[in-house]
């Protein structure tokens, strides 16, 4: 069956970096795109930006454009999201979603990692 | 990419209709028919209920439907139940290999 499990919890100061995993498990990881969409406490659902794991491209929405950079290994199955110059607005669960059809379509999420809770806090 | 606008709250008693609404533009919504719908409880990851418009996946009740007219995506749950009571998430594909999400509803079982 389909699993993306995310790294733990980070607490981190502003102005320090984190970087985020999420692992996938159950199809083949280079044939769907991933996501990352972050919820701050009380707030909504955002959209961050998506990763190719076949080919590593990516696009980031423009608000984090500078600051956000997602990788992938493919030995591993994993993704990777660092976010940089973290504020307390960053504070956040951040969640890794897979696409819902085989890329190169980009449609919907239809599995979601746990989700990995960032505090920034001095 | 501005959030796509969603009534901040809907309620209705059990075995009742609902509708919630997801307004966007002419370049997103009004562009693709891409739009989801996403239900999350407290503290869980969201899950997915409608894709493509009016698509269920396998293992979501016949009780949610999607729709769309224009620039405004309906999801409707019918039969309301307690289990329902939620918040849910319109999103869209906007172009360029971009996703914008709805600013979300709270559904109240009364």
């Known amino acids: 069956q389909v699993q993306l499990v995310q790294s733990g919890a980070e607490v981190k100061k502003p102005g320090a970096s984190v970087n985020v995993s999420c692992k996938a498990s159950?199809?083949?990881?280079?044939?769907?795109?991933l996501h990352w969409v972050r919820q701050a406490p009380g707030q909504g659902l955002e959209w961050m930006g998506i990763i190719n794991p076949g080919g590593g491209s990516t696009n980031y929405a423009q608000k984090f454009q500078g600051r956000i950079t997602m990788t992938r290994d493919t030995s591993t199955s994993t993704v990777y999201m660092e976010v940089s110059s973290l504020t307390s607005e960053d504070t956040a669960v951040y969640y890794c979603?897979?696409?819902?059809?085989?890329?190169?379509?980009?449609?919907?999420?239809?599995?979601w990692g746990q989700g990995t809770l960032v505090t920034v806090s001095s | 990419q501005s959030a796509l606008t969603q009534p901040a709250s809907v309620s209705g008693s059990p075995g009742q209709s609902i509708t919630i609404s997801c307004t966007g533009t002419?370049?997103?919504?009004?562009?693709?028919?891409?739009v989801s719908w996403y239900q999350q409880h407290p503290g869980k990851a969201p899950k997915l209920m409608i894709y493509?418009?009016?698509k269920r996946p396998s293992g979501v009740s016949n009780r949610f439907s999607g729709s769309k007219s224009g620039n405004t995506a309906s999801l409707t749950i019918s039969g309301l139940q307690a289990e329902d009571e939620a918040d849910y998430y319109c999103c869209t594909y906007a172009g360029s290999s971009s996703f914008v999400f709805g600013t979300g509803t709270k559904v109240t079982v009364l």
């Open positions: 493509e418009g009016s």
């Open positions: 159950g199809y083949t990881f280079t044939n769907y795109f």
């Open positions: 979603a897979r696409d819902g059809v085989a890329a190169p379509a980009k449609r919907y999420f239809d599995y």
């Open positions: 002419s370049s997103d919504v009004g562009s693709y028919n891409l």
